[in-house]
Structures are given as structure tokens and as C-alpha cells.
């Protein structure tokens, strides 16, 4: 990977085409997830409130990246050669939807929201 003049780039050569890659990606991403649990534990009066409002800030965080980090691996999942192996399919709205997202799409950081 290097950075192109736009930001992050890849070559194509680099990308084998596996579409199911991205999608398992996708799945540990919400495996490794802060969940309730987590959270739960590190709430007052079990931690200093500090402590508390910052891992609650991180999870809002955390959520909101990994919304977007799933929606973008989804419809860069369509797109792969190995898509035709029945791994990722969409019907055509939702194809639209996504290849909307690619062409136009843009990154805001949550915090410039």
C-alpha cells in the first residue's frame, strides 16, 4: 500500500480478487468489538467517572468507525472477481446504493460531524 495523491491507494496487483476476505474481515471487526459487557465494567461507581465518560466516548467511537468500515468492505466486496462464487451478491437497488457509496462517498471524521 502507499499513499496516492488523494490519500491511501493500493495497487490492483495486490488485490487477489477474494471477495470472502473482506467479508471475514467484516466479521472479526464485530467479533473484537467493545460490547456491554465491556462497557458495563467500566462504568461508575466501578471506575472513576473520567474514566467511565472516556471508554464511553471510545465505544460511540468505536461504533460509529466500525458502521462505516462494514458499509464500505460490503460494497467493496461486489466488486471482486470472486464475487460470481456466490459470497457477495445484491440486487440491483442495493448495488446502486453501493456503487453510489464508492463513487461519491467521502470520509468525515465522526468528530467533524
Partial sequence: MSTG???FSAGAESIDGSSHLLNELAG???AGRMDGENATQCRVPR???QVAEAVEDFARYAQDQY???VTLLSA???KLRSTGNAYV????TAQR???DLLDKGR???PEDR
Fill in 5 to 7: 495523491p488523494g490519500g
Fill in 28 to 30: 472479526l471487526l464485530y
Fill in 47 to 49: 471506575s472513576h467517572p
Fill in 67 to 69: 458502521g462505516d468500515l
Fill in 76 to 78: 467493496l466486496s461486489t
Fill in 89 to 92: 451478491r445484491a440486487d440491483a
Fill in 97 to 99: 446504493a453501493m456503487d
Fill in 107 to 109: 470520509y468525515v471524521a
